[in-house]
Nanobody, 127 residues
Framework: QVQLVESGGDLVQPGGSLRLSCAASGFTLARYAIGWFRQAPGKEREGVSCISSSGDNTYYADSVKGRFTIFRDNAKNTVYLQMNSLKPEDTAVYYC????????????????????WGLGTLVTVSS
């Protein structure tokens, strides 16, 4: 079965850290650029970060730049999002996707004939 599965979401205090994982099954993640997106209650989905298939290029939305780091381990078929200095406004369901359109302008070229989405993982930043 072809799927992406996100994990690592949790309740964390402001200023804390979390590491999200995006694991692929049924296909080779290394062939794809991967985007992380998030959607907060009552808000539109927004692009957070993107990493090229090789991992050589990374991109970040201004709202998370300097706080989040995206990286990948293609041997484990997994992409990660390290989130530091978390703020209440980071609270959202986080999704990974084999498509980076909508993260930043430079990532518009990262898309494929098939797009795979995960079901998301909830991050709550609250004291």
């Amino acid at each position: 079965q072809v799927q992406l599965v996100e994990s690592g979401g949790d309740l964390v205090q402001p200023g804390g850290s979390l590491r999200l994982s995006c694991a692929a099954s049924g296909f080779t993640l290394a062939r794809y650029a991967i985007g992380w997106f998030r959607q907060a209650p009552g808000k539109e989905r927004e692009g957070v970060s993107c990493i090229s298939s090789s991992g050589d290029n990374t991109y970040y939305a201004d709202s998370v730049k300097g706080r989040f780091t995206i990286f990948r381990d293609n041997a484990k078929n997994t992409v990660y999002l390290q989130m530091n200095s978390l703020k209440p406004e980071d609270t959202a369901v986080y999704y990974c996707r084999t498509d980076c359109r909508g993260v930043v302008a430079e990532t518009a070229r990262y898309y494929y004939d098939m797009t795979y989405w995960g079901l998301g993982t909830l991050v709550t930043v609250s004291s």
